[in-house]
T-cell receptor, first 115, second 116 residues
């Protein structure tokens, strides 16, 4: 079946603008994760969802970042008032359920560039 | 908290040579360990995982890894490198329980170059 789908694949925007990144997980996967990949910081965990709930938001770098998930499916990561340090690749992953042993399946990411 | 250290940010081998990518982890509870591969402009693809049971795990594309608890290591190997193995490889750890259930903590990545 289809894998994890992310859109847009690339996004260029001006500093101070808001952006929305979308993730469509594998059908039937209840767990959804967001990570950020940047040159300086490597791969960092941002937030995860179990169903529509986000038990762990500890990785969100500031209150400009928020995320939601609706219908236990699609998730949106929103960054308000973007800054240049937000430039990175944002990766979404899903797994059948939460539990450390479940492998996560990744999308191809959204490459975000802040001018 | 968990952490992962990958020794060597760049590894270069000749085609047909042994591939060895090193990973050491730190975890206060039994870990689950993963290796992922990333090709340019793509997401991460699972190579293999260790959860419980047999400590030598085999993955896709001829890769395997051995969990050594005493050495807190999970090194990735492949007997004979192929040009198509050139990519970046990430070791990752997760644990069960707690508020970060299933969250992956990644190493810094190792870029593998394969020479003809």
């Amino acid at each position: 079946g289809a894998g994890v789908s992310q859109s847009p694949s690339n996004k260029v925007t001006e500093k101070g603008k808001d952006v929305e990144l979308r993730c469509d997980p594998i059908s039937g996967h209840t767990a959804l994760y967001w990570y950020r990949q940047s040159l300086g910081q490597g791969l960092e965990f941002l937030i995860y969802f179990q169903g529509n709930s986000a038990p762990d938001k500890s990785g969100l770098p500031s209150d400009r970042f928020s995320a939601e998930r609706t219908g236990g499916s699609v998730s949106t990561l929103t960054i308000q008032r973007t800054q240049q340090e937000d430039s990175a690749v944002y990766l979404c992953a899903s797994s059948l359920r939460t539990g450390g042993e479940e492998p996560q399946h990744f999308g191809d990411g959204t490459r975000l560039s802040i001018l | 908290a968990q952490s992962v250290t990958q020794l060597g940010s760049h590894v270069s081998v000749s085609e047909g040579a042994l591939v060895l990518l090193r990973c050491n982890y730190s975890s206060s509870v039994p870990p689950y360990l993963f290796w992922y591969v990333q090709y340019p402009n793509q997401g991460l693809q699972l190579l293999l995982k260790y959860t419980t049971g047999a400590t030598l795990v085999k993955g896709i594309n001829g890769f395997e890894a051995e969990f050594k608890k005493s050495e807190t290591s999970f090194h990735l190997t492949k007997p004979s490198a192929h040009m198509s193995d050139a990519a970046e490889y990430f070791c990752a750890v997760s644990v069960a329980g707690g508020t970060s259930y299933g969250k992956l903590t990644f190493g810094q990545g190792t870029i593998l170059t394969v020479h003809p």
